[in-house]
């Protein structure tokens, strides 16, 4: 049974509150660009493996960004994600391309490249609409799968556990900013059954992530304090979604700062696992 959280939201939220939520999202997104300083030529492979999988990420977070600015929800600072996200992505796809150790590899990041080229112009073309919405929707699923078939292939180059810890730790970041896209999509009237099937999915995954995460014989004192923040955090994003009683702005708000809170923790144990002797 999991312990009673108090709950965070309410109508009588105080402004404070936001403002703090907003200044994490701030630093999630500078802990994001420094991240994606190391050079090519310094890449190791539990590195690479951590770059990789937040190419995964970024594939999500870029459409939800632009989603939430098309919902009026934290336009300026929104606009501000997206427009960090991409140069990241753009970064690190030039230095996994660079450090591929394989054909295989390296062939999954042309492909890559040329999946990320009409997705980065829709991005980039102006204040956001609905029908590049409809657009991105779709690009966004295909620019992460091959994001995912290129973190897939490093981890089994790298043939660790830990690589793998990289991997699965790194998938949670991706799982927050999918959950909350769909979750952004679907509040602007573009669903689907599939979406909906890919919500309940990508929800199910995290939870069972999380608990292979937290039995793992690798975690320092500090990961394990981690996972268990990330656990706490995860509650309070499962209810933002689940929220009634509220605007659908202040859900909606609600839903982007827990999402980014999630990602900046598993973007901080991901950090950690890569950090660690093989």
């Known amino acids: 049974m999991r312990p009673k959280v108090k709950s965070k939201f309410n109508a009588e939220t105080p402004l404070k509150r936001y403002l703090c939520s907003f200044c994490l999202i701030a630093c999630s997104v500078l802990a994001l660009a420094l991240a994606g300083t190391a050079s090519a030529e310094t890449l190791t492979i539990n590195a690479a493996i951590n770059k990789a999988g937040r190419q995964r990420m970024l594939s999500q977070r870029m459409a939800k960004a632009y989603c939430q600015a098309g919902l009026g929800v934290e336009v300026e600072r929104s606009k501000k994600v997206l427009e960090q996200s991409v140069a990241l992505f753009d970064k690190q796809l030039m230095e996994l391309k660079a450090s591929a150790p394989t054909p295989e590899i390296k062939d999954t990041y042309a492909r890559l490249e ?43 180059h790298s043939g660790t556990m830990m ?33 909906a ?22 975690n320092t ?58």
């Open 197 to 218: 099937q890919d919500l309940d999915t990508a929800t199910r995954e995290f939870a069972a992530a999380q608990e292979l995460l937290t039995a793992a014989p690798q």
């Open 163 to 195: 690589g793998k810890l990289i991997n699965v730790a790194g998938r949670q970041r991706m799982l927050s900013q999918r959950i909350a896209k769909i979750s952004m999509f679907r509040a602007w009237g573009i669903t689907s059954p599939q979406m």
């Open 114 to 156: 040329q999946t990320w080229i009409p997705y980065k112009q829709l991005l980039s073309a102006g204040d956001p609409n609905l029908d590049s919405a409809k657009a991105i929707v779709r690009l966004s699923e295909d620019v992460l799968k091959l994001a995912q078939q290129g973190t897939l292939l490093l981890e089994k």
């Open 221 to 278: 004192e500090a990961i394990r304090r981690e996972l268990q923040l990330a656990g706490s955090q995860w509650l309070f994003f499962e209810e933002a979604l689940n929220q009634t009683g509220v605007s659908r702005a202040e859900q909606l708000r609600n839903i982007a700062t827990t999402s980014e809170r999630i990602l900046q923790v598993m973007e901080d144990v991901t950090s950690m696992y890569e950090g660690m002797p093989k």
